[in-house]
Every structure is written in structure tokens, then in C-alpha cells.
């Protein structure tokens, strides 16, 4: 197999197992790549947000006023730079993300448990260091 077939060929099955997963939730990637954030690295700012996400600002800032207005998460003014803003996880926020990490998470399981068999479940696990060294420079979430 080509180098170009392989890509083709992973990307093709890579893609509707995403799509999968993220039916089971009920917000969208982008979003819940911004609460991951928060709750791996602690507050941030939008512009900070925005590049660990590679998205615009713009993006970033209508997404975190959509979360804001589902209170999962709060703007809070920095305490010597009023002029910047922090963007902080609530406890609601972090519930939203075990839930939504659990909904994805539970699909996969049953259809692992239900679909592979022992040697198959021994070569997905053989594969995840190459998926993890795949995606190790990709910040999105």
C-alpha cells in the first residue's frame, strides 16, 4: 500500500469512528476541546484558548460565550490587568465533561467488547502509541 493509500484508508475509517462518538454527545467538539482545556490547564484567556485550539479568536469568544450562557463556564477579570479576562471552569462545567467523556466513552467500550475479538483487542491496543505519536502536535480536541 502507497504512503497516499494508507493516509486515504486511515483517514476514511478514522473518520466516521469520530463522528460516531461525537453523535453520543450533545455538544460540540470545538466546545468540549475548550472545557478539556480549562480542566487540564486551569484558567485561560481566550487568546490562549484559541491557539490550543488552532482556532480564531473569534471562534474561541463565541464559543466561550455559548458556555458561559450554559453556565459550564465564567469570565473573571484579572486581578492587576483588568483589562484581561479570565476564562475558568465551573463545577457545573466540569460535571458537563465527565458526562460528555462518558457518553463517547461507553459507545466505545460495547462496541469493542461487542465487535473484536481477543487478537483484534491486542492489536488496537498495539496501535495507540502510533496514533498517540500521530496526533502528539495537534492541539485540537
Known amino acids: 500500500m502507497t504512503l497516499q493509500a494508507t493516509s486515504t484508508a486511515f483517514f476514511e475509517t478514522l473518520y466516521p469512528l469520530l463522528r460516531r462518538l461525537n453523535a453520543e454527545r450533545t455538544i460540540s467538539p470545538g466546545k468540549m476541546g475548550v472545557l478539556r482545556h480549562l480542566a487540564e490547564h486551569g484558567r485561560a ?8 485550539g488552532q482556532v480564531s479568536p473569534q471562534g474561541i469568544s463565541l464559543a466561550a460565550r455559548e ?41 466505545l467500550d460495547r462496541a469493542i467488547s461487542e465487535r473484536l475479538t481477543p487478537d483484534e483487542r491486542k492489536t488496537l491496543e498495539a496501535v495507540i502509541p502510533v496514533m498517540r505519536k500521530l496526533g502528539s502536535d495537534v492541539s485540537v480536541d
Open 67 to 107: 458556555l458561559e450562557r450554559w453556565l459550564l463556564v465564567v469570565r473573571v477579570p484579572d486581578a492587576e490587568d483588568r483589562r484581561r479576562i479570565w476564562i475558568e471552569l465551573t463545577d457545573a462545567g466540569r460535571e458537563k465533561l465527565r458526562e460528555e467523556s462518558l457518553a463517547g466513552h461507553e459507545w
Open 45 to 52: 484567556t481566550t487568546s490562549e484558548l484559541a491557539v490550543a
